[in-house]
């Protein structure tokens, strides 16, 4: 069962849940907003990497303002958990908004039906005509469905604390979240005894990801369908926006893929967990223990290689992202992260136009370029990928 209460948050429900930590829908009571709330583990289960990504992902998007880039708007401690709080973004991955039917795209109605039956919620109501008011009675009484703003209005519940001073209870700031991740990584802790947590890689096992597949023509068929390929064109051209803005700002995300990407119910996409990103300025190319950061399959050569990464690396995975999304499948795959390793460092990806002769070709192009060897290669900025991909 959810927390009812963290800090200043008031919990409404889960919105979904990892291996560290959860995320929940969550009204801020000092201002009534809606926010998406990022709670960590705690305790034995507490992940110092993570608390320290959380406090990171802060201190990078706090003054960053852009629409295609995810606001944040708190972070802290409350009775030992780590939490962030962020645009509450209500939407699709990337993948899953391209993989909607043209009847659930046919109007903003649809997209937002489509949207609630993705999340497993019922569509919010539509507002009365003029002229027309709900009883109140008849609204309380109808299929339980919640009212935000009454929400936002209830007294702080007695389980969370007998009095409206909930300020004492939690801690904000991005160094209270460093300062409890310090703690959990002290020698005598269980934490480092188990060592640190695994690199997601995002390669599912062997028998369960068939290699090299061929696409049915009815695949092909859908891959290529016009409204498809517009979305997929202003999807991209979104994305080049959001990492012109970043980029400006000397900012690499390091972790591009489908899962980062949101689409909300305007069509808006939006760049997500900043968790890994890193200021050129800084040394780029590893964390401070060493290891490799990002998802292998998106990683540039110069990411696996440890080498100092520059903007273009965030470019190499951009066109991974665009490759994957004109033919159905990633330019290399494999069954290990190290032939995959192999793979990216050694060898050519398969040409699209040979995988679905009717692809796009202007995007094919574009694809093919990002994810060049060099860096020296590819596009060399997002504004570049942006002028390209509308010729």
């Not at 980062?260 to 305007?266: A, P, Q, T, Y």
């Not at 440890?306 to 273009?312: C, I, Q």
Request: proline letters at 7%.
């Amino acid at each position: 069962m959810p927390p009812k209460v963290i800090g200043p948050y008031r919990v409404l429900e889960t919105l979904g849940s990892g291996g560290v930590g959860t995320v929940y829908r969550a009204i801020d009571r000092r201002t009534g907003d809606l926010s998406a709330l990022k709670l960590l583990s705690t305790g034995p289960a507490l992940d110092p990497k993570a608390a320290r990504r959380l406090a990171r992902e802060f201190e990078t998007l706090q003054h960053l303002s852009h629409p295609n880039v995810v606001k944040v708007y708190d972070t802290g401690v409350f009775q030992g958990y780590p939490y962030l709080a962020m645009e509450l973004v209500e939407g699709l991955t990337l993948r899953h908004y391209l993989s909607l039917s043209d009847d659930e795209l046919a109007s903003d109605e649809a997209l937002i039906r489509a949207i609630h039956a993705h999340r497993g919620s019922p569509p919010p109501e539509e507002e009365p005509v003029d002229g027309e008011e709900d009883d109140e009675e008849d609204s309380d009484a109808h299929s339980g469905l919640f009212n935000l703003s009454a929400y936002g209005e209830e007294a702080p519940s007695e389980e969370y604390s007998g009095s409206d001073d909930y300020e004492d209870a939690y801690e904000s700031g991005p160094d209270k979240v460093r300062a409890l991740a310090d703690l959990a990584d002290e020698p005598d802790t269980a934490m480092s005894a188990s060592g640190e947590t695994r690199l997601p890689y995002d390669l599912p096992p062997p028998d369960e990801r068939p290699i090299n597949v061929k696409l049915t023509d009815g695949e092909l068929a859908q891959l290529n369908h016009p409204g498809r390929v517009g979305r997929v064109k202003d999807v991209m051209l979104q994305l080049c926006e959001a990492l012109a803005y970043i980029h400006g700002y000397g900012l690499i995300h390091r972790d591009l893929k489908p899962s980062n990407v949101m689409v909300d119910e305007d069509r808006v996409a939006r760049l997500m967990d900043f968790g890994l990103a890193k200021y050129i300025a800084d040394d780029a190319a590893v964390t401070a223990d060493g290891r490799l950061v990002g998802t292998f399959r998106y990683m540039a050569p110069e990411q696996i290689l440890g080498e100092k990464l520059d903007t273009r690396t965030d470019l190499y995975s951009l066109g991974v992202i665009l490759y994957e999304l004109l033919c159905g499948r990633p330019p290399f795959e494999a069954k290990t992260p190290y032939e995959l390793w192999q793979k990216v460092l050694e060898t050519e990806a398969t040409p699209i136009h040979s995988l679905n002769a009717r692809v796009d070709r202007v995007m094919s192009r574009v694809a093919h370029r990002l994810i060049r060897k060099e860096p020296d290669d590819r596009f060399q900025t997002a504004e570049e990928v942006y002028e390209a991909l509308i010729e």
